[in-house]
């Protein structure tokens, strides 16, 4: 069934998902009618010869001299000089995602922007087309110009795209698709790139594969407990309560639900090793900073960013600076921060499961077999290397700014850099999440207890399904792959 997404509403981040695959974008009259206002307001602007940057100027520093006086050239002078992207292609989803942000950031009415620029992206959205977007370009200072600006050449049938997953010219992907080319002038072809929605759909996308890794974790930690037979004190309510942190209250309580009926076997210390007692602390302080950052991509969310805006009720052109992404940035590297620490305690927590010495006399690497077999011992190592790469990126971005354009943006906040780096960390956080559930199945077979708590005989059931007893050795690449997917799927239910 086609997901429908209504732009007379504030995006959600499950619009953003859902935008993967084709949807149908609604135009609505109350968006509609915002639109046509706005674009017949700028019609008057410019019939009083009224400066407006973009439509009558060059562009960035260059916006003391005059723009090309024909508008649908304007356009061209808008976009050739974008054509400057390097580096690998973005996701498809990431640019789907972004275009659909896009739409709806022209549907709030304030960019006059054309009426059929909305249209278009709505019936691109409808079908499988994704423009080639090159990653490498963007500093998130007057929006992301560069990749925007590919996407926007792809819709005029520039450049390339895919369709059902084939890279072709742009212009046989529209026709394929059974879209026309879109005609656009200056003022439609900056408002398509003035803006921060690769920057926001990133971190939005990057947002929600963090929360998932963050409750799949809460998950795990508990089963792990359960399966050493750990004693639950450090879950205690009162305990979190005199804390008072938000966030480690509402962890704590979200892992009592999961490790409800966990028996402690008496045979572990009093108490556990950090990455066991204290995770409540570490998880509730990721669940605050994620708060931060669901607050920030909300507003982005329902954000206008473009220069200049439109208020045709005050007869007002208004030059600012509402595509300058500072907000997403800082965002994007509190994620980066927090999937970072959060892999920490994933990697942490599998180094003690493998070893003899501390996980309650399981044999080492959880082999069936020591030394004939080998168990988690190659699953272990790739974790290591995954949270090292998370952790040798985690230079925050949003801090490193680069004066350029000829001090026009003597300031950037690189937060198109920071929102693809997180974005890509939780990818590999994602991973370190399926190899410790892969280990945790692994200890139930070579002779850790049964669960205890229902919960956590749940969630054990869930991976067990997926991922048979390493015995003998094989491949466990993509038992990891099944295991992130299976444990992140069942750790809903406890959100």
């Not at 998950?219 to 005199?242: E, I, K, M, W, Y």
């Not at 994007?332 to 921060?337: E, G, N, R, T």
């Not at 044999?363 to 998370?390: K, N, Y």
């Amino acid at each position: 069934m086609t997901t429908e997404v209504d732009l007379d509403v504030p995006l959600r981040i499950a619009d953003l998902r859902a935008a993967r695959d084709p949807v149908k974008v609604v135009v609505g009259a109350q968006a509609r009618e915002r639109v046509t206002a706005a674009r017949t307001f700028l019609s008057a602007v410019l019939g009083d010869d009224r400066a407006v940057y973009g439509a009558t100027t060059g562009f960035g520093a260059l916006v003391g001299y005059a723009g090309r006086a024909d508008l649908r050239d304007q356009a061209d002078n808008t976009l050739a000089h974008l054509g400057a992207g390097q580096g690998p292609e973005l996701d498809p989803e990431v640019v789907r995602a972004t275009l659909l942000l896009r739409a709806a950031s022209l549907a709030r009415g304030a960019s006059g922007v054309s009426p059929h620029v909305i249209d278009a992206l709505a019936a691109m959205l409808a079908t499988t087309f994704v423009p080639v977007v090159p990653r490498l370009g963007s500093v998130g200072a007057s929006g992301d110009l560069i990749p925007l600006g590919a996407a926007a050449q792809a819709l005029r049938g520039r450049g390339h795209a895919y369709l059902d997953g084939v890279r072709l010219p742009a212009a046989e992907a529209l026709q394929r698709a059974g879209l026309e080319p879109l005609p656009l002038d200056g003022r439609d072809a900056l408002a398509l790139v003035n803006g921060t929605s690769l920057t926001t759909a990133a971190t939005a996308l990057a947002l929600d594969a963090a929360r998932c890794a963050h409750r799949a974790v809460q998950v795990l930690t508990c089963l792990l407990a359960d399966l050493l037979g750990s004693d639950t004190q450090f879950l205690d309510a009162r305990l979190l309560a005199a804390y008072g942190h938000p966030g480690a209250v509402d962890v704590g309580a979200r892992m009592r639900r999961v490790g409800a009926g966990i028996v402690a076997s008496g045979a572990r210390p009093l108490q556990e090793p950090y990455s066991i007692r204290c995770a409540p602390q570490l998880l509730g302080a990721a669940e605050d900073a994620l708060r931060f950052v669901d607050a920030v991509v909300g507003a982005d969310l329902a954000s206008v960013t473009d220069n200049p805006l439109f208020f045709p009720d005050e007869d007002l052109v208004v030059h600012g600076g509402n595509f300058f992404g500072q907000p997403a940035a800082f965002a994007a590297d509190v994620l980066s921060m927090v999937v970072a620490q959060v892999g920490n305690l994933a990697e942490r927590q599998l180094d003690l499961l493998v070893d003899p010495n501390r996980n309650g006399g399981l044999p080492p690497m959880l082999a069936a077999g020591p030394g004939q077999q080998h168990g988690l011992q190659g699953v272990q190592l790739a974790a290591t290397a995954l949270i090292t790469e998370i952790r040798r990126d985690t230079m925050p971005a949003s801090m490193q700014s680069v004066p350029t354009n000829l001090h026009n943006q003597d300031v950037v906040p690189l937060g198109t850099q920071a929102a693809l780096r997180a974005l890509d960390q939780t990818r590999l956080l994602h991973l370190i999440v399926g190899s410790l559930a892969v280990g945790l199945r692994q200890a139930a077979y070579v002779g850790a207890r049964a669960p205890t708590a229902p919960g956590c005989a749940e969630a054990l059931a869930a991976v067990a399904a997926v991922v048979p007893p390493i015995d003998p050795d094989r491949p466990l690449d993509a038992d990891v792959r099944r295991a992130a997917d299976v444990i992140a799927d069942f750790s809903v239910s406890f959100s």
